[in-house]
């Protein structure tokens, strides 16, 4: 059994490698998984293996890049360096779709303000006509 999964997130780390002469990209993309409130906050990381990408993909799949896709999900299970026995979520990316950097918010430029609108006024001081009276915008300037 295999499930495909849909994944997107900024690329946290890219390691580059060449296995049985196919090269292979191996992402790491990370969440993180808010607690109740005192509890310390815990992440998951999801290890994406891309599979002979093209040339001009590789210099966008780097640390910092915005990537989505879907691919195959597979859970591994592995002892980590002190005895555990821990899991580790792998996705064997069949499609994908990747942007450059993310501009950071302090970085991008100020949006510029909008103009006020323009009101028409009455014709003069003694003007007693009441408000709805008067001609539309669109009517005053074309």
């Keep these: 059994m295999s499930f495909r999964i849909q994944f997107s997130g900024d690329i946290r780390k890219s ?11 191996e992402i790491q993309l990370c969440q993180k998984n808010y607690a109740k409130q005192g509890d310390e906050a815990t992440f998951t990381w999801l290890r994406v293996a891309v ?16 990537i989505a896709g879907s ?13 555990v026995k821990q899991q580790s979520a792998e996705v064997r990316c069949g499609s994908f779709d990747v942007s450059g950097p993310r501009q950071a918010a302090a970085s991008a ?34």
Aim: charged share 25%; glycine share 14%; aromatic share 10%.
């Design 15 to 25: 390691e580059t490698k060449n296995l049985g002469g196919k090269q292979m990209v």
């Design 51 to 66: 599979w002979e990408p093209k040339d001009f993909q590789l210099p966008q799949l780097q640390a910092g890049c915005f």
């Design 71 to 83: 691919g195959e999900f597979s859970l591994r299970s592995y002892v980590n360096k002190d005895g």
């Design 109 to 142: 430029p100020a949006p510029a303000p909008s103009p006020k609108p323009r009101v028409p006024t009455g014709g003069g001081a003694g003007d007693d006509e009441p408000p709805f009276a008067r001609p539309l915008i669109a009517e005053v300037w074309g």
